[in-house]
């Protein structure tokens, strides 16, 4: 990130990222990739490095680390590793579905769940999106139907990271009753729901990505899935309005991830190039290879500095959806920009799989996607300038 942007605290941070980078990852990450799942104790591991739920207060059992900058750290160290499928599973408990627990969870559900979390018993994932609605969520079709102090919960996830080795998904559901393809603003209601409580909570196949191999992605069936009223996070009818006032830190996220992910990659086509030889000269002493590190270098540059605007926005609680949708859009085009001219400096060696820069190729495809695609996110930001004027 741009200098000046760390304090000595998240150095020191970032030791602790790295040393469990190196411990606890890289032994074990070629096997978990090749396998498409993580050991589930990495998790536990992660508790007890205290790099889990680093927002939770301290009443929770948490760090109340809510400065964002600590998060950049962490992606920053993951990236470094070459551990990106880590880093996007940790950010899906971290910035998807904590952000709605601490917001909107009653006393009880944050002592019920966040210890667990915390400490690596519980691992969560985001049950959104369905084969008919991705980023038009009110084309969700789950159902809860209450039923004295329960929900009944019908329905297909899809798309859904750490589906298969979590413990327990924040569901997006239908509670209005109401029949017609697409619901209303007020139709959608928000659940935590644990597996291992649920019977007719099963998981489908996993998918196999084209990037991320190291973390699991799969299909989740709800089947007469009995949930108390308890877990009803948030307000009855009010689901949709929560993951609107919780989308700016999730694309903030994503932003900051791309730029970790670009930094590294320039940084290693760097190296690369000053290294290899064509011809009896460095790749690097091109002219054309200079034009090209010049430009995405200056871009890379602009991009940080707009991102850590964004991270002190967020930080001040002045990060607003448009600025965050703004910044998810310009980070994850310019990382996929970045990635793909930096492979092509690579030559041959940035086309086998097991480079690095291959790697981040088909990772960073996914940031366009995720969290709200390109589209999604100039028709928000478009909409918002039409209304303005």
């Keep these: 990130m741009i200098h000046g942007f760390y304090d000595e605290e998240h150095d020191e941070f970032r030791s602790v990222a790295r040393e469990f980078n190196e411990r606890e990852v890289a032994p074990h990450y070629a096997q978990w990739h090749a396998e498409h799942m993580m050991d589930r104790g990495v998790w536990n591991r992660a508790a007890e490095a205290g790099l889990l739920g680093l927002a939770v207060p301290e009443r929770y059992e948490g760090m109340g680390l809510t400065d964002y900058r600590f998060r950049a750290v962490m992606d920053e160290e993951f990236v470094r590793a070459g551990h990106l499928a880590l880093g996007l599973a940790f950010h899906l408990q971290d910035d998807w579905v904590l952000p709605h627990l601490l917001a909107y969870g ?155 992910v670009a930094e590294g990659v320039l940084g290693e086509t760097v190296e690369f190039v000053s290294t290899r030889n064509v011809f009896g000269e460095r790749v690097l002493d091109f002219q054309n290879t200079q034009f090209e590190l010049a430009e995405l270098s200056a871009q890379l540059e602009a991009s940080q500095a707009y991102v850590a605007h964004c991270v002190e926005l967020f930080n001040r609680g002045q990060l607003d959806l448009i600025a965050a949708s703004k910044i998810k859009l310009q980070a994850t085009g310019t990382v996929k920009d970045l990635v793909d001219r930096c492979l092509q400096l690579h030559g041959g060696f940035g086309y086998i799989l097991e480079s690095s820069v291959a790697q981040a190729y088909t990772a960073v495809r996914l940031l366009t996607i995720f969290g709200g695609t390109d589209e999604i996110l100039k028709a928000t930001v478009g909409h918002h300038i039409a209304a303005a004027n």
């Design 106 to 260: 009653t006393d009880e559900q944050k002592q019920r769940w966040l210890p667990a979390i915390l400490g690596g018993e519980m691992v969560t994932s985001v049950a959104f999106t369905e084969p008919g609605a991705g980023s038009d969520l009110r084309g969700v079709r789950t159902r809860a139907v209450r039923d004295g102090e329960e929900y009944v919960l019908n329905g297909q996830k899809t798309f859904i990271g750490n589906g298969i080795s979590g413990d327990a998904a924040l569901v997006l559901a239908r509670t209005d009753g109401g029949t017609s393809p697409r619901g209303n603003r007020d139709s959608f209601s928000l659940f935590l729901v644990e597996k291992k409580d649920h019977a007719g909570y099963t998981t489908g196949k996993q998918l196999d990505k084209m990037g991320l191999q190291a973390s699991d992605t799969a299909e989740l069936f709800f089947d007469d899935v009995r949930v108390p009223a308890a877990n009803l996070v948030g307000e009855e009818g009010r689901g949709l309005d929560q993951i609107t006032e919780q989308l700016p830190q999730g694309r903030l996220g994503v932003a900051v991830a791309a730029m970790a």
